[in-house]
């Protein structure tokens, strides 16, 4: 949720009953990571802090940042966390992993979280392609008893009433707080947003290429297709070493141009239809008892 999770829209997700998670890009300085972490915990309740490992390798000072906020979670995932997982449990900070895999749920657990996110291939933003998020969630619950949050397609009370049902301690939400009011997501992001539909996603590390912010290649990234996708899609090595192609997914993003940017979106992308609030949408996720009730 980089560069639409900020301190408001955290705090409000918390607020209303649910986790706000900071999302703590590559991008982003140490004093960003502070003062919205300050937004965050203004309203007194527990929210948590999303890091990427291979970011935190190259910016060590974005988790001295986090370790001063002392969130009540962070997630470290994408890279070699390992190494920063003793520092997070001596500030007594619950860790959480996204493992796309079950052998990334295996190295979890020997790393010594506290929490594993079993993150589907529906899922939006980066992580793996390689297994969809029920089957994935049923094979990591069998093999631990930590605690297991299932991410991926998971838009409504009905995708939160079935991962819980399957035995889910809850729901890792991303996709469906895009286009509320208290996100960093321009208002041009959100009217594509909402038009999208389901079949709109595609998978790819075309972006990445196109940024160069330095994700390993093994974490593609779920978004909604554009031009630009489309132009360059089989082309990433070509595009890492063109100017002119980095030059114009650049202006692309500072534009917030649709056409040219990455919108990281997951497949449930297509239940949005309209911008809300932090409060509406947790409160719409909170119905999710109806479903398992009627399922008894």
């Known amino acids: 949720m980089a560069n639409v999770s900020g301190g408001r829209l955290t705090a409000a ?4 009953g649910g986790l706000g998670m900071l999302g703590a890009g590559s991008a982003v300085s140490a004093d960003w990571i502070r003062a919205e972490g300050a937004v965050a915990a203004e309203g007194g309740k527990p929210y948590g802090v999303g890091l990427m490992a291979w970011s935190v390798k190259d910016h060590p000072e974005h988790l001295d940042a986090v370790l001063e906020l002392k969130p009540a979670l962070v997630s470290l995932s994408f890279g070699d966390y390992a190494p920063y997982v003793g520092a997070l449990h001596e500030e007594g900070i619950v860790v959480a992993m996204q493992a796309g895999t079950v052998a990334d749920a295996r190295e979890a657990i020997d790393a010594g979280v506290d929490a594993i996110v079993a993150r589907g291939a529906e899922a939006g933003g980066h992580g793996r392609n390689a297994v969809a998020t029920l089957p994935l969630l049923q094979a990591i619950l069998d093999l631990t008893n930590l605690p297991v949050l299932a991410a991926g397609g998971i838009s409504g009370p009905r995708g939160l009433a079935a991962v819980l049902a399957a035995g889910a301690a809850g729901g890792w939400v991303g996709t469906a707080f895009l286009t509320c009011a208290e996100a960093l997501t321009p208002d041009s992001v959100r009217a ?25 290649d093994e974490f593609g990234g779920r978004a909604l297709r554009n031009a630009y996708f489309d132009s360059w899609e089989g082309r990433e090595e070509e595009l890492k070493a063109d100017d002119a192609g980095h030059d114009d997914y650049v202006t692309g993003v500072r534009s917030a141009d649709p056409a040219r940017a990455s919108i990281y979106a997951g497949q449930g992308v297509g239940a949005l239809t309209s911008q809300s609030t932090a409060d509406e949408v947790v409160r ?12 008894r």
Do not use: C, N
């Open 13 to 16: 997700i918390s607020a209303a």
């Open 192 to 216: 594509r947003v909402i038009e999208a539909d389901e079949t709109d996603t595609v998978y790819g590390t075309v972006f990445d290429a196109a940024s160069r912010a330095g994700w390993p």
């Open 284 to 295: 719409s996720f909170a119905g999710y008892r109806r479903y398992l009730d009627a399922a």
